[in-house]
Nanobody
Framework: QVQLVESGGGLVQAGGSLRLSCAASGRAISNDAMGWFRQAPGKEREFVAAIAWNGMRTHYTDYVKGRFTISRDNAKNTVYLQMNSLKPEDTAVYYC??????????????????WGQGTQVTVSS
């Protein structure tokens, strides 16, 4: 069993930056595929970014390409999402997710097994 805890959310003006962290505990996630999703009020949870177990491959939804960067530090058992050039449309609760012992990178919520509780990101115009 792995527990995921997101942090780093907050209120930021449009054009600003935030760095989200997802700290894992309970076991190492060095062999897990990891992803970030977000959910705005009244909308379905949507894919943002994913990273392979070794950090060598990443995948982003088109809307955040060039603005967001996913990374991981397996020594710290932590995954990050650097968000730059934020827009009001990026306002949502951001969740990290894990798929144990998998070399692929999923883009749907159902593909992942473990989830954090989420962190709120609010971008003001």
């Amino acid at each position: 069993q792995v527990q995921l805890v997101e942090s780093g959310g907050g209120l930021v003006q449009a054009g600003g930056s935030l760095r989200l962290s997802c700290a894992a505990s309970g076991r190492a996630i060095s062999n897990d595929a990891m992803g970030w999703f977000r959910q705005a009020p009244g909308k379905e949870r949507e894919f943002v970014a994913a990273i392979a177990w070794n950090g060598m491959r990443t995948h982003y939804t088109d809307y955040v390409k060039g603005r967001f960067t996913i990374s991981r530090d397996n020594a710290k058992n932590t995954v990050y999402l650097q968000m730059n050039s934020l827009k009001p449309e990026d306002t949502a609760v951001y969740y990290c997710a894990a798929r144990p012992f998998n070399q692929a990178m999923g883009t749907t919520p159902a593909w992942y097994n473990y989830w954090g509780q989420g962190t709120q990101v609010t971008v003001s115009s």
